[in-house]
């Protein structure tokens, strides 16, 4: 920074040379948040009108000042006000460089803006506007504006971005989860799902949330993986004075309300299981199938957060900022259950799914300033996130299943229940570090992450002639449905996660002109992963079920003989695919059915220079090399004969990139961006294990290990006409050679799998972006604020004729299609209302987003694609804040309460709906409207 003070001060005696005026340049500091820069600040020449402000670095600038003595005063809301006397030489250059400390009087306002200064949308705006490469952020002041809870949701608000209803898949211009990356701090983290590269967004709630970015443009710094860009999550950290703040709150869904609701038996409240040191085996033995029921389905939140610092001598100072919380929610579907391959192979026209889902958020963060150039930082997050399920299909009697009728005749009465409980226990740990001396500068981050993602006993039961157990006839009951064992079955799956991650920078300011960057990053994870089921094999083919409600009166040590004596008549047997060597097949425990392993390295060092050649231009190229080593071995009963293998793939990547910058005024850049990434597999599409759902089935494929190339390009205008107001237009385009897409089989069994489709898939598209302040009160502060984004996109991809492979063929009936998960156009809008009454300040506000028809899997063979079709959703957002720390907030949330749906095109039967993998388990509903009520008290 003094080297950039330096190079403003040549510029201003440049100016000013010949004659007989001088300059005070200098910069302003935060010094209760480790000497960070104060934008904003307030400049004046005391007993003139003649000032300026900070910039977003602290930096401030008064020319043409005649020689003479000046008192300079410095303030600032919440801070204390400083005059400092300074001497102005003809054609020379005074630098003052100031600290601010808060007051203690305005302890309240002193929060408040140092909050802004870190989070607000014009501080985030004007890094967008100095950045090196095309980024764009959210913080937390206008997440909280918008109602915005997590980070799934703060992403879905940034242009050329959107979320899949029903599910954590996020899309950035139209790409999915396979071309993001997402990290904490810089550092990657982890995924939380077996069918996921990156971590539920979701887990992210906003109390640990400083800002969340999106970088579409690549740059060297970044993994090679990357083609829709990269989703970096800033955590929080303790600023100002020392603060606790509390929250509760409470509300319900509209759907769930009125509802019976059930959970699964055994877990908890906060979403704990409390049986995984337990044999699966011992665990059916002893504990029941049936779901139990729970209190009233009313939502819940609360937590607490604080902060503290401690200073020391030489100024050094230790900060701590906490927070826990914990959410829970309910949520009632109703709709359809569709499984269409080749034929209808399922329907239940008439379905009903219950979760209780629940997330236990902790974090910490310790600061250290050692001085103003030396920083430590430690950050660890501790997250808990649960989803409960029981879902009832066919509830009408009407449900079917070509395989399932004992009469061929009879078409009507196959339900299924299905109950499982999902968690994910998630531990980040971080350190991190800041370091300056002269013109060195070193930023580094050491990470290792954690990861236990169990689905322990998914309890499922098939029954046919369920119709009878609706009518008024006492004498005839329906039957289990019983064509293979695990029909009827109880299912446990566990995966674990380790990871170890690292990135340092070095940046050297050669001159004021060149900066360099040379760093290093890599990684290194290793998943392991096991299933296994036991199913119900049911002997007595003639067994009625007399209450479909009270299946704990069948499958219950009773009624099945552990001593494998057919004289004692049981009613059923338990089965196991992979028995111990020594044990039967039946009654007894079992290895699990499936496992896999998978081992990835990556290890890159990269280089580029920051050149600004004027004022006006600023050339950032880039190379990356990176080796890139990835190994899946897997061992899957069902494949058969081809069980048992082991893909690996090594590569070193070359990977080039420039960034440019130029600048037409101060207030308008021109950007453009190209680049060579590369995109890879993820264990779960290599591996070649099938998790079966109730109408869906979606699995890896070993021949899609390898890596595919990617060409980036961006071209942005981007006009700041305020410090708050922007608008700006890109376009973008891609070529991905080598795709990979989700594909349904044209055969009887549906199953998804991935597979490389074709030569090449390209993407074209246009974002516009737009935020203006229509009403503004006398500080210039907005009232009225609108904000929208609009993308369009269009894309292509090759499709081959026939796609051979060791463990699906896919064939195709036409040569292209447009790429998975790309909708044509997504529009994310929202209007602010801000009006102050005295001390009562409350905000009002409504987001809209949308999203087109975009494709969910391809579909091969003669059979169209399953598509999800297009969503609306508006929510309304009431902040009330009564005194200066106390809150009541109020929200709605989904107002439109739009249809979610699926459909298999072009099928015989025309457009059917459908059920998909990347979904809830039925399609065709509504997810009924949010509302809550949020108390925030802070001491």
Same mark, same amino acid.
């Given at each position: 920074?003094?080297?950039?003070?330096?190079?403003?001060?040549?510029?201003?005696?440049?100016?000013?040379?010949?004659?007989?005026?001088?300059?005070?340049?200098?910069?302003?500091?935060?010094?209760?948040?480790?000497?960070?820069?104060?934008?904003?600040?307030?400049?004046?020449?005391?007993?003139?009108?003649?000032?300026?402000?900070?910039?977003?670095?602290?930096?401030?600038?008064?020319?043409?000042?005649?020689?003479?003595?000046?008192?300079?005063?410095?303030?600032?809301?919440?801070?204390?006000?400083?005059?400092?006397?300074?001497?102005v030489v003809a054609n020379k250059v005074t630098e003052i460089n100031i600290p601010m400390g808060t007051s203690s009087a305005s302890l309240d306002e002193v929060l408040i803006q140092t909050t802004v200064s870190r989070e607000s949308e014009t501080a985030l705006l004007l890094e967008q506007k100095k950045a090196v490469e095309i980024k764009q952020s959210i913080g937390a002041d206008e997440l909280s504006r918008k109602g915005v809870s997590d980070a799934a949701g703060a992403v879905a608000k940034i242009s050329g971005v959107s979320k899949q209803e029903g599910s954590s898949n996020v899309y950035v211009r139209g790409l999915?989860?396979?071309?993001?990356?997402?990290?904490?701090?810089?550092?990657?983290?982890?995924?939380?799902?077996?069918?996921?590269?990156?971590?539920?967004?979701?887990?992210?709630?906003?109390?640990?949330?400083?800002?969340?970015?999106?970088?579409?443009?690549?740059?060297?710094?970044?993994?090679?993986?990357?083609?829709?860009?990269?989703?970096?999550?800033?955590?929080?950290?303790?600023?100002?004075?020392?603060?606790?703040?509390?929250?509760?709150?409470?509300?319900?869904?509209?759907n769930a309300i009125d509802k019976n609701f059930v959970r699964s038996e055994g877990t908890g409240y906060f979403g704990y299981y409390g049986r995984y040191d337990h044999n699966p085996?011992?665990?059916?033995?002893?504990?029941?199938?049936?779901?139990?029921?729970?209190?009233?389905?009313?939502?819940?939140?609360? #937590?607490?957060? =604080?902060?503290?610092?401690?200073? !020391?001598?030489? @100024? *050094?100072?230790?900060?701590?900022?906490?927070?826990?919380? /914990?959410?829970?929610?309910?949520?009632?579907?109703?709709?359809?259950?569709?499984?269409?391959?080749?034929?209808?192979?399922?329907?239940?026209?008439?379905?009903?799914?219950?979760?209780?889902?629940?997330?236990t958020t902790a974090m910490g963060n310790l600061t250290y300033k050692i001085n103003s150039d030396n920083k430590l930082q430690f950050n660890s997050i501790f997250i808990n996130n649960s989803s409960d399920e029981v #879902?009832?299909? =066919?509830?009408?009697?009407?449900? !079917?299943?070509? @395989? *399932?009728?004992?009469?061929?005749?009879?078409?009507?009465? /196959?339900?299924?229940?299905?109950?499982?409980?999902?968690?994910?226990?998630i531990y980040v740990n971080q350190i991190l570090g800041n370091h300056k001396s002269g013109k060195l500068e070193i930023d580094w981050g050491f990470g290792y992450n954690k990861v236990f993602s169990r689905q322990p006993d998914r309890k499922r039961f098939s029954i046919e002639n369920y119709q009878l157990a609706l009518d008024?006839?006492?004498?005839?009951?329906?039957?289990?449905?019983?064509?293979?064992?695990?029909?009827?079955?109880?299912?446990?799956?566990?995966?674990?996660?380790?990871?170890?991650?690292?990135?340092?920078?070095?940046?050297?300011?050669?001159?004021?002109?060149?900066?360099?960057?040379?760093?290093?990053?890599?990684?290194?994870?290793?998943?392991?992963?096991?299933?296994?089921?036991?199913?119900?094999?049911?002997?007595?083919?003639?067994?009625?079920?007399?209450d479909v409600s009270n299946?704990?009166?069948?499958?219950?040590?009773?009624?099945?003989?552990?001593?494998?004596?057919?004289?004692?008549?049981?009613?059923?047997?338990?089965?196991?695919?992979?028995?111990?060597?020594?044990?039967?097949?039946?009654?007894?425990?079992?290895?699990?059915?499936?496992?896999?392993?998978?081992?990835?390295?990556?290890?890159?060092?990269?280089?580029?220079?920051?050149?600004?050649?004027?004022?006006?231009?600023?050339?950032?190229?880039?190379?990356?090399?990176?080796?890139?080593?990835?190994?899946?071995?897997?061992?899957?009963?069902?494949?058969?004969?081809?069980?048992?293998?082991a893909v690996e793939s090594k590569e070193t990547f070359f990977l080039p990139s420039l960034n440019i910058k130029y600048s037409l005024t101060d207030d308008m850049n021109l950007r453009f961006s190209g680049s060579k990434t590369v995109s890879t597999p993820e264990f779960k599409e290599v591996a070649p294990f099938v998790y079966e759902d109730v109408t869906t089935s979606i699995g890896g494929n070993p021949d899609v290990i390898g890596f595919s190339k990617i060409l980036n390009l961006d071209l942005k205008y981007e006009w700041f006409f305020s410090r708050s107001e922007l608008f700006s237009v890109s376009v973008f385009n891609k070529v991905i050679n080598d795709p990979?897409?989700?594909?349904?089989?044209?055969?009887?069994?549906?199953?998804?799998?991935?597979?490389?489709?074709?030569?090449?898939?390209?993407?074209?598209?246009?974002?516009l972006e737009a935020r203006k302040n229509i009403l503004s009160n006398e500080n210039d502060d907005s009232i009225l604020t609108a904000g929208a984004n609009i993308t369009y996109m269009k894309t292509e991809q090759d499709l081959y004729a026939q796609i051979p492979g060791s463990i699906s063929s896919f064939n195709f009936d036409r040569d292209t299609d447009e790429l998975q998960g790309a909708s044509p156009l997504l529009i994310n809008a929202d209007l602010s209302f801000t009006p102050q009454?005295?001390?009562?300040?409350?905000?009002?506000?409504?987001?809209?987003?949308?999203?087109?028809?975009?494709?969910?899997?391809?579909?091969?063979?003669?059979?169209?694609?399953?598509?999800?079709?297009?969503v609306s959703t508006l929510d309304f957002v009431l902040k009330n804040k009564i005194k200066s720390n106390f809150e009541i907030n109020f929200s709605a949330k989904n107002l439109l309460n739009p249809k979610i749906r699926y459909v298999r095109e072009n099928t015989p039967l025309g457009d059917v709906l459908v059920t998909s993998a990347n979904g809830e388990s039925v399609t065709d509903y509504q997810r009924g409207i949010n509302l809550s009520l949020q108390l925030k008290y802070k001491f």
């Open positions: 920074m003094k080297q950039l003070t330096l190079f403003f001060a040549l510029l201003l005696t440049a100016v000013v040379f010949g004659q007989d005026t001088g300059s005070i340049v200098g910069k302003i500091t935060d010094k209760d948040f480790n000497d960070e820069p104060l934008p904003f600040a307030n400049v004046l020449i005391k007993g003139t009108t003649k000032g300026t402000s900070s910039d977003i670095d602290g930096l401030f600038a008064l020319e043409n000042l005649e020689p003479g003595s000046y008192d300079i005063e410095f303030s600032f809301v919440g801070y204390e006000t400083q005059v400092i006397t300074a001497t999915g989860d396979r071309y993001l990356n997402t990290t904490l701090n810089g550092l990657s983290l982890p995924s939380n799902d077996v069918n996921k590269k990156n971590i539920d967004l979701n887990l992210f709630s906003s109390d640990i949330i400083q800002n969340v970015s999106i970088s579409k443009a690549y740059a060297s710094q970044f993994y090679g993986d990357f083609a829709a860009g990269n989703v970096d999550i800033s955590s929080k950290e303790h600023t100002g004075k020392s603060y606790i703040e509390a929250f509760s709150g409470s509300g319900f869904n509209t085996f011992a665990v059916i033995l002893s504990h029941g199938v049936d779901p139990v029921s729970v209190n009233t389905p009313i939502n819940l939140n609360y #937590g607490v957060s =604080g902060g503290t610092s401690y200073t !020391f001598k030489n @100024d *050094s100072k230790l900060s701590f900022f906490g927070t826990a919380s /914990f959410e829970n929610s309910y949520e009632y579907r109703k709709g359809k259950a569709v499984d269409f391959s080749t034929i209808i192979k399922k329907r239940f026209d008439e379905s009903e799914e219950f979760e209780y889902s629940t997330t #879902g009832y299909f =066919g509830i009408d009697g009407n449900g !079917f299943n070509r @395989d *399932s009728q004992s009469n061929v005749n009879d078409d009507i009465g /196959f339900y299924q229940q299905n109950t499982q409980f999902d968690q994910t226990k008024s006839d006492p004498t005839t009951f329906p039957a289990f449905y019983s064509n293979v064992p695990f029909d009827n079955q109880r299912y446990f799956q566990n995966i674990e996660d380790d990871e170890y991650n690292g990135r340092i920078n070095l940046a050297i300011e050669a001159s004021e002109k060149v900066k360099f960057n040379i760093g290093y990053n890599g990684r290194t994870k290793k998943r392991n992963f096991d299933n296994i089921r036991y199913g119900f094999d049911i002997l007595d083919n003639n067994y009625d079920i007399e299946l704990n009166a069948v499958f219950n040590l009773s009624n099945v003989d552990l001593t494998n004596n057919p004289a004692n008549n049981p009613l059923y047997q338990i089965k196991v695919l992979n028995n111990y060597p020594t044990l039967s097949t039946t009654n007894r425990p079992g290895l699990p059915e499936n496992t896999y392993s998978g081992v990835l390295d990556i290890y890159a060092g990269y280089l580029d220079a920051q050149i600004k050649p004027s004022d006006k231009w600023l050339f950032v190229p880039g190379a990356r090399v990176e080796s890139f080593s990835q190994m899946v071995n897997y061992n899957v009963t069902t494949l058969g004969t081809g069980a048992l293998g990979i897409n989700l594909v349904v089989a044209n055969d009887a069994t549906g199953t998804q799998r991935f597979a490389r489709t074709g030569d090449k898939a390209t993407i074209y598209g246009i974002e009454f005295e001390n009562y300040k409350p905000t009002a506000g409504l987001v809209f987003s949308y999203f087109s028809d975009r494709i969910d899997a391809l579909g091969s063979g003669t059979l169209g694609n399953i598509v999800e079709q297009s």
